[in-house]
């Protein structure tokens, strides 16, 4: 494959592998719920896995089919223990929780989940890398097509930019505050992320200084224009959320 086809399979299978998740964890949770880190519609361990499929089962013919799936499994399994070290100690956000499972390690692993990723190695080597080989990887692209992977990656980078920047500041002011009060899985990181954005969108509106058109435009690029300003919401937000739990806590106690 070109390089051009090895990044048009990292989209494929990093959208795929979103709608996988989210019908999963609506699903269980019975109420929508977007599973990636990312506020875009895809999830990048699934692109990585989506490579690691075609690299296994493209690029060791000479090994047997549960060769090939031992092969595709364990590079799954190290790229999904070590992504979840890498959040949990950088930026103390655990992605994923297996916890409560049994057989995992550190949380970041399970056996149930590396045997759906077993079922997912079998559907892409009889089916979906077939009909996506047939279908996207065999036709040559237009300069339009080109075009739009490119555009489609610029929007990628730059959520991917300005989620870690998010990240960075959320691990800082749960620093600030104490670690052992606030160290946020996904989805209360989200929760920051959302309460913060509409407390800052708040902030513009209410600014009679800045009409409708100019305070969307700014709210719209709040990153890039605001950045201090997001830092100090997140803060905030964070401080509010320490509060509740000490308070829960101590509520707690007292009704014990």
């Known amino acids: 494959m070109g390089f051009e086809n090895y990044f048009l399979t990292f989209i494929v299978f ?8 989210i ?5 269980k949770s019975k109420k929508f719920f977007n599973p990636g880190f990312l ?7 699934y692109g990585v896995g989506g490579l690691l499929a075609d690299f296994s089962f493209s690029y060791t013919s000479e090994l047997s089919l549960l060769g090939a799936l031992t092969v595709f499994i364990v590079g799954v399994g190290l ?9 949990k100690r950088v930026f103390r956000i655990r992605l994923w929780d297996y916890t409560d499972r049994r057989f995992n390690l550190g949380g970041h692993i399970c056996l149930k989940f590396m045997f759906y990723w077993f079922l997912l190695g079998l559907f892409f080597k009889y089916f979906l890398h077939p009909l996506f080989e047939q279908l996207v ?22 959520d991917v930019v300005q989620t870690f920047d998010v990240a960075y500041k959320t691990r800082q002011a749960v620093f600030e505050f ?5 160290a946020p899985k996904i989805i209360t990181f989200k929760q920051i992320y959302k309460e913060t ?13 800045v009409s409708a058109v100019k305070g969307a435009l700014i709210s719209f690029t709040h990153y890039f224009r605001l950045s201090r300003d997001f830092h100090e919401d997140i803060r905030d937000v964070i401080r509010e959320k320490v509060k509740e739990v000490s308070e829960n806590g101590l509520n707690g106690s007292r009704k014990s």
């Open 14 to 21: 990093m959208v795929l592998g979103w709608f996988i998740e």
């Open 79 to 87: 790229l999904e223990y070590f992504t979840g070290v890498f959040f």
């Open 39 to 45: 506020r875009g519609p895809y999830l990048p361990i």
């Open 137 to 158: 990887l065999g036709v040559s692209m237009s300069r339009l097509q080109v075009f739009s992977l490119g555009l489609f990656y610029g929007v990628f980078v730059v």
């Open 178 to 182: 104490g670690e052992a009060h606030v």
């Open 197 to 209: 954005n509409e407390q800052l969108n708040k902030k513009i509106r209410e600014d009679p200084k």
């Open 23 to 27: 019908t999963y964890r609506s699903f």
